[in-house]
């Protein structure tokens, strides 16, 4: 079945350093990969997002890197801040017009000052 | 623009109850679908609805229903509460929109409903 997997599933950094989270994914039908951050008691929000016909994809700090071939995306995140600290999910969808989003279980990152 | 709406923020029910969530999405927005999230289970997709039609669903059992609006809202029920059923119940509206050779998707998550179980 579909299948999102996501690691580590909690991760510190010192702040001003980088964080990586990697997730895989199952279905290689998939092609929209967004990220999501969850700060404690609030919703998920969308950080940033990439489609199959790119390789990367920046937003100022954050960039999100995609291999097709290996079904594998990753979550950079450089000059890390306290206020980055919060739960990031990825998620992997199919472009077919449905909503249907397989989440990975999560990374919960701390950021130490 | 107004955002995703739920209601109930917080629902406490006993088990073998039945409950009702409701969802107003952002104004404009057909698609509602909805996640349960856990903590050990991370977000897990429950349906989607479109134009009152449901167009996907998760594995999870018949207990868990749902129905769409002609004004797109959204209400999901839950019969026969158990106690594995309490959860933050998220649901997130969505546009789709085709530009030229690119799409467009907003996924907007509502705060949520949280229910409990006892």
Redesign the interface.
């Known amino acids: 079945g579909e299948n999102v997997e996501q690691h580590p599933s909690t991760l510190s950094v010192q702040e001003g350093d980088s964080a990586v989270i990697k997730c895989t994914y199952s279905d290689s039908a998939s092609n929209y990969f967004p990220w999501y951050k969850q700060e404690l008691g609030k919703r998920p929000q969308l950080i940033i997002d990439i489609r199959s016909n790119v390789g990367e994809k920046k937003d100022q700090r954050i960039a999100v890197t995609l291999n097709k071939t290996a079904k594998h995306f990753s979550l950079h995140i450089t000059e890390t801040q306290p206020e980055d600290s919060a739960v990031y999910f990825c998620a992997a969808s199919r472009d077919s017009g449905t909503y249907k989003y397989i989440f990975g279980t999560g990374t919960r990152l701390k950021v130490l000052a | 623009k107004a955002g995703v709406t739920q209601t109930p923020r917080y629902l406490i029910k006993t088990r073998g109850q039945q409950v009702t969530l409701s969802c107003s999405p952002i104004s404009g927005h057909r698609?509602v679908?909805w996640?349960q999230q856990t903590p050990g289970?991370?977000?897990?997709?429950l349906f989607?609805y479109?134009s009152e039609t449901q167009?996907?669903k998760?594995?999870f059992p018949g207990r868990f229903s749902g129905r769409q609006f002609s004004n797109s809202r959204s209400e999901m029920n839950v019969s026969t509460l158990e106690l594995g059923d309490s959860a933050l119940y998220?649901c997130?509206s969505?546009f789709?929109l085709r530009q030229g050779q690119s799409?467009n998707?907003g996924?907007?998550?509502?705060?949520?409903t949280r229910l409990t179980v006892v």
Do not use: D, H, V
Request: hydrophobic share 25%; proline share 0%; no cysteine.
């Open positions: 698609s679908s996640y289970q991370g977000l897990q997709f989607e479109f167009r996907n998760g594995n998220l997130a969505s789709y799409l998707y996924y907007t998550f509502g705060s949520g």
